[in-house]
T-cell receptor, first 111, second 113 residues
């Protein structure tokens, strides 16, 4: 079963750029790499998704090396409201969106 | 566009009772998923519908759990009879396609006492 590994927690000051790296050594050829954000008492919220190289949207960037065995979520200039748990769930590919969530990375943004 | 809606938001039932959770996906999303997090553990996949068909139910824990999606719109997840270990948060998600972004609902917190 595909599995991902992320830091348990990270602290950052407001206004800094935060990079969270995820290892997914068993990623399948047709799996996408997806990141979610979760606040307490809420469901996971989609942030960004990519297959390879770099993807950027209005909230984050996703860097994926050529071997796709890791990915880095980059949050520019974090604010206190970015304090949350961030997940990079492993997918199963094959047309199924069965995601395997790990423990996630708890990001704490400090004023 | 309305998001994924789940209700109730919280349900407290006694062991042995039956509970039915409901999920309304985003309109037009053929793919619907159920996940749950029990007792502080990780979020686990339960099953995946494509329209009204069960595409993958490999994550369903046992036959006390029954999911349906009649007509390919909303879905229900029934737990009968409920056990203490079923307590947790049940999330529903939907997506337009299998590899497009999945939108999660707020979750239903189930407490079995």
């Amino acid at each position: 079963l595909a599995k991902t590994t992320q830091p348990i927690s990270m602290d950052s000051y407001e206004g800094q750029e935060v990079n969270i790296t995820c290892s997914h050594n068993n990623i399948a050829t047709n799996d996408y790499i997806t990141w979610y954000q979760q606040f307490p008492s809420q469901g996971p919220r989609f942030i960004i998704q990519g297959y390879k190289t770099k993807v950027t949207n209005e909230v984050a960037s996703l860097f994926i090396p050529a071997d796709r065995k890791s990915s880095t979520l980059s949050l520019p200039r974090v604010s206190l409201s970015d304090t949350a748990v961030y997940y990079c769930p492993a997918g199963t590919g094959a047309g199924s969106y069965q995601l395997t969530f790990g423990k996630g990375t708890k990001l704490s943004v400090i004023p | 566009e309305a998001g994924v809606t789940q209700f109730p938001s919280h349900s407290v039932i006694e062991k042995g009772q039956t509970v039915t959770l409901r999920c309304d996906p985003i309109s037009g999303h053929d793919n619907l998923y159920w996940y749950r997090r029990v007792m502080g553990k990780e979020i686990k996949f339960l099953l995946h519908f494509v329209k009204e068909s069960k595409q993958d139910e490999s994550g369903m824990p046992n036959n006390r759990f029954l999911a349906e999606r009649t007509g390919g719109t909303y879905s229900t997840l029934k737990v009968q009879p409920a056990e203490l270990e079923d307590s947790g948060v049940y999330f529903c998600a939907s997506s337009r396609g299998p590899n497009t972004e999945a939108f999660f609902g707020q979750g239903t917190r189930l407490t079995v006492v």
